[in-house]
C-alpha cells in the first residue's frame, strides 16, 4: 500500500513537472529559442516515457491513472503561471474614450503608464487615440483601469514583435 501511495504521489509530481516544461517549451519555440526548447524538450519527453512506463507496467492501479490526469491539470495551471513571470511579451493598447480622454490619461500618468496621443476619424467624426505600450503582465491592470474610468471605451489590444527606445511599464530596461 505504502508502495502504490508513493507511486502515485511520484507519477502526479513527474506530470505537473512534464507538463508545465512542454507550456515552456511551446513559449520557447513561439519566441524562435531553438537551443533551448530542444532541451526542455528532451527532458520533457524523458519524464513523460519514464511516467508513462510506469503506469502501463501497473494498469490495475486506478490511483496512478488518476494521478496521471490530476498532475495533467495541475501541471497545464503551473505551465501557464510560469510563463506568464518568464514572459517580456509587449503589447500596444489603443485606447479611444467619446468622453473621458483627458482623466484617462490623467490616470495612466498617476499610475507610470506611457503613452502616445494622436487623432484619427471614425464613424462620428474625429477622435483622439491614446496609444500605451506595455509588458503582457501589466495589460490586465491597464484594462482594469480604463474599464473602471469609462466602460463604454474601445480598446484593442496586439502583441508586438519588436521595439526600440521610449518608456514601456513593466519592463526594465537592459
Do not use: P
Not at 158 to 165: S, T, V
Amino acid at each position: 500500500m505504502v508502495n502504490t501511495i508513493i507511486w502515485t504521489l511520484i507519477i502526479f509530481v513527474a506530470r505537473i513537472v512534464d507538463v508545465s516544461l512542454g507550456t515552456i517549451r511551446v513559449n520557447m519555440i513561439v519566441r524562435r529559442k531553438k537551443a533551448i526548447a530542444a532541451m526542455i524538450g528532451f527532458v520533457e519527453v524523458t519524464i513523460f516515457i519514464s511516467v508513462i512506463v510506469r503506469l502501463i507496467k501497473n494498469i490495475d492501479n486506478i490511483y496512478g491513472i488518476l494521478a496521471y490526469g490530476a498532475g495533467f491539470a495541475v501541471g497545464t495551471v503551473v505551465g501557464i503561471l510560469i510563463s506568464e513571470k518568464l514572459s517580456r511579451d509587449l503589447v500596444s493598447t489603443n485606447i479611444i474614450s467619446r468622453k473621458h480622454n483627458e482623466e484617462i490619461k490623467e490616470l495612466l500618468l498617476k499610475e507610470d503608464f506611457g503613452f502616445t496621443c494622436y487623432k484619427g476619424a471614425g464613424r462620428e467624426g474625429e477622435v483622439e487615440i491614446i496609444n500605451v505600450v506595455c509588458s503582457s503582465a501589466s495589460l490586465q491592470r491597464l484594462n482594469k483601469l480604463i474599464h473602471n474610468r469609462d466602460s463604454g471605451a474601445f480598446v484593442v489590444s496586439y502583441m508586438l514583435d519588436r521595439i526600440r527606445g521610449g518608456f514601456i511599464r513593466g519592463l526594465k530596461k537592459k
